[in-house]
C-alpha cells in the first residue's frame, strides 16, 4: 500500500496542477446571446458585443450587453480590479449564467476591452 | 390538492432512487430537475414541482445513508479511518447501523418544526453579522477540525489545502458542466471504493437486529444536532459530518452509535432548515433550496407551512421505505462479490461522469480519488477535504 500512497500523492499534486493550468488558460466558446437559456445556467460562457447602458452601484456594476442576435444583462462585482465602462464600448465577457427574478443574467468573471 | 399528493408520492420515489444511487448527490438532482424545469412545468404547476422536490429532497437524506454504509468499507487496515457506519457493517450490524441514522432523521423532523419559529424571528438579526465574519468563522472552524486530528495534524492541513487548491481550479474550470459531481464523487466516494477493490474486504453476514442505545445517548446526539443543524445551514461549504464533529465537541463526548444518530439528525435537519432559511433570508444553502427559491417568485408564510407539512409527512413515509431497503441490502450484499459491486459503482460513477461533466471530468475525478486515496491510506479523516468547498467559499467571502 506503501507503492500505492506514493501514486496517489504524485497523481494528486500533478493533477492539481494540470487543473489550475487548464483553469488559467481554456475559455468557453464564443457563443450568440440569443443561446443562452436555462440550460446554460451556472455554466460559463463567452459574448461580444457593445454595452448600452451602465449602471454603477456601491459594490456592483449592471450593464446591458448586446450582440446582433439579443441584449442581456452583466454584473461585475467591484473591488478586485478596476472596470472602466463606457456606453457604447465593444467589449468581450466571460462568465456565469444565472438567474435573477426570472431573468437570466451573466456574472462577468473576466472582461476584456476590444 | 390531488396534484400536490401525486407530487408528494412521485418524490418518494425519485427520493429512494437518488437516495441509493452511490455518490449521486440531491444537488445535482435538483440542479438537473430545474434545467429541465421548462419541460415539466407543461405538465404541473411551479407549486406541484416543488412539492415534488422537496419530498425528494427529504426522502433522500434518509435513504442516503444505504449506500454509504453499505458500500465502500475499508479493511481493519485503515481502522482509524473508517466510519462509524463501516465499523458496525465489518461487525455484522450494518442494519442497525442504519436503523440508528435513521432514530435522528426521525426526530430530525420534528425537529425542523420546532427550530422553524426560532430561525424566522432570530436568523434575519444573526444573519447579518455572521455573513460580515464569514470566512473568520470559517476559517476558524476549519483550523479547529484540523487540531482535532491528533495523529496527523500535518497531514491534515495539507489535504485540507491541496483539496482546496483542487476546488478552486475546478470551479474556475470555465468549460466544466457540473463540476461538483466528479468533485465530491472522487474525494468521497471512489477513493473508499478503490480501497476496498484494491483490499479485497469481505463483508461478514449481517444481522437484521437493531442495536441497543441508550435514550440519553440519543438525546445527547439530538441535542447535539440542534446545535450542529444550524451550523451547516448558516456556513456554506461546511459538510454534515464537520458539523456532526464540531456539534458532539459542544454537546460532549458521544460513543459511535451516538455519532449515527447524530449524523442522520443533521442530514435531515440541515435539508428541512434550508428551505426555512430561504423563506427568512432569501438565501438558498442546499441544491433542492436553490431550485425551490428559482420557481418559487414570492414565497409566503402559507407556502413555507405546506413545504413544512410535505417534509414531515416525505419523511415519516421515508422511515418505512429506509427500512425496508436496509433490510434488502442486508440480506444480499454479503452473498454478493463486493470487489466486483465496488468496481461496478465505481464504473457507474465513471460512466456518470463524462455525460455530465465531459472529459476534464475524467480528470477532476482521477485527481480528486488520489486526494481522497492519500488521505484514506494516511488515516486521516476525509472531512478535511471539504476543503475543496470551504477554501473557494472563505477566498469569496474574504
Excluded at chain 1, 84 to 90: A, P, R, T
Aim: proline share 4%; hydrophobic share 55%; with cysteine.
Amino acid at each position: 500500500m506503501q507503492a500505492l500512497l506514493k501514486v496517489a500523492l504524485v497523481s494528486a499534486i500533478i493533477g492539481t496542477a494540470l487543473l489550475i493550468f487548464l483553469s488559467a488558460k481554456l475559455e468557453p466558446r464564443l457563443i450568440s446571446i440569443d443561446r443562452i437559456d436555462v440550460r446554460k445556467i451556472d455554466n460559463f460562457v463567452k459574448i461580444m458585443g457593445s454595452v448600452t447602458s451602465v449602471k454603477d452601484t456601491q459594490s456592483l456594476l449592471i450593464f446591458d450587453v448586446k450582440d446582433e442576435s439579443g441584449i442581456i444583462k452583466v454584473i461585475a462585482y467591484k473591488g478586485k480590479e478596476e472596470i472602466d465602462l463606457n456606453k457604447g464600448m465593444q467589449i468581450e465577457i466571460i462568465g456565469k449564467v444565472k438567474e435573477y427574478k426570472g431573468e437570466l443574467e451573466i456574472e462577468a468573471s473576466s472582461i476584456k476591452n476590444l | 390538492m390531488l396534484q400536490i399528493l401525486i407530487a408528494l408520492l412521485l418524490g418518494l420515489v425519485a427520493g429512494c432512487v437518488t437516495g441509493l444511487i452511490p455518490g449521486v448527490h440531491i444537488n445535482l438532482i435538483a440542479l438537473l430537475l430545474f434545467t429541465s424545469s421548462a419541460f415539466f412545468l407543461q405538465y404541473a404547476t411551479p407549486l406541484v414541482l416543488i412539492v415534488f422536490i422537496i419530498s425528494m429532497a427529504i426522502t433522500h437524506t434518509f435513504l442516503d445513508f444505504i449506500p454509504s454504509i453499505f458500500l465502500g468499507a475499508p479493511d481493519d487496515d485503515t481502522a482509524l479511518s473508517v466510519l462509524p457506519g463501516h465499523k458496525l457493517l465489518l461487525k455484522g450490524q450494518g442494519y442497525g447501523a442504519i436503523k440508528l441514522t435513521l432514530i435522528g432523521s426521525f426526530f430530525a423532523l420534528f425537529l425542523i418544526l420546532v427550530m422553524s419559529p426560532i430561525f424566522i424571528f432570530g436568523l434575519p438579526k444573526a444573519y447579518p453579522f455572521i455573513k460580515q465574519y464569514m470566512a473568520f468563522i470559517l476559517i476558524a472552524a476549519s483550523g479547529f477540525l484540523i487540531l482535532k486530528e491528533k495523529k496527523s495534524r500535518s497531514w491534515a492541513l495539507a489535504l485540507f489545502l491541496l483539496s482546496g487548491i483542487l476546488g478552486v481550479a475546478t470551479l474556475n474550470l470555465a468549460v466544466i458542466r457540473q463540476p461538483l459531481f466528479p468533485l465530491l464523487s472522487g474525494l468521497f466516494g471512489v477513493s473508499l471504493l478503490t480501497v476496498s477493490f484494491l483490499r479485497n474486504v469481505k463483508i461478514p453476514a449481517q444481522k437484521i437486529t437493531r442495536i441497543k442505545i441508550k435514550p440519553k445517548e440519543s438525546v445527547k446526539a439530538l441535542g447535539a444536532s440542534v446545535i450542529a443543524g444550524p451550523l451547516v445551514s448558516f456556513l456554506p461549504g461546511l459538510g454534515p459530518a464537520q458539523a456532526a464533529v464540531i456539534g458532539s465537541e459542544i454537546a460532549g463526548k458521544l460513543s459511535r452509535k451516538g455519532f449515527l444518530v447524530l449524523l442522520g439528525a443533521i442530514n435531515t435537519l440541515v435539508m428541512g432548515l434550508s428551505f426555512v432559511a430561504l423563506y427568512v433570508i432569501q438565501k438558498p444553502r442546499t441544491g433542492a433550496a436553490v431550485a425551490v427559491g428559482k420557481l418559487l417568485e414570492t414565497f409566503t408564510i402559507n407556502h413555507l407551512l405546506l413545504f413544512l407539512a410535505v417534509v414531515l409527512i416525505a419523511g415519516c413515509i421515508a422511515v418505512f421505505l429506509t427500512l425496508g431497503f436496509a433490510k434488502l441490502f442486508a440480506l444480499n450484499i454479503p452473498r454478493l462479490n463486493y470487489r466486483y459491486l465496488c468496481l461496478g459503482v465505481i464504473a457507474l460513477i465513471v460512466a456518470l461522469t463524462i455525460p455530465l461533466s465531459g472529459l476534464l471530468g475524467l480528470l477532476v475525478l482521477f485527481t480528486a480519488t488520489s486526494i481522497g486515496l492519500v488521505a484514506t491510506l494516511k488515516r486521516v479523516r476525509r472531512m478535511h477535504l471539504m476543503g475543496c468547498l470551504l477554501v473557494p467559499v472563505i477566498l469569496w467571502f474574504l
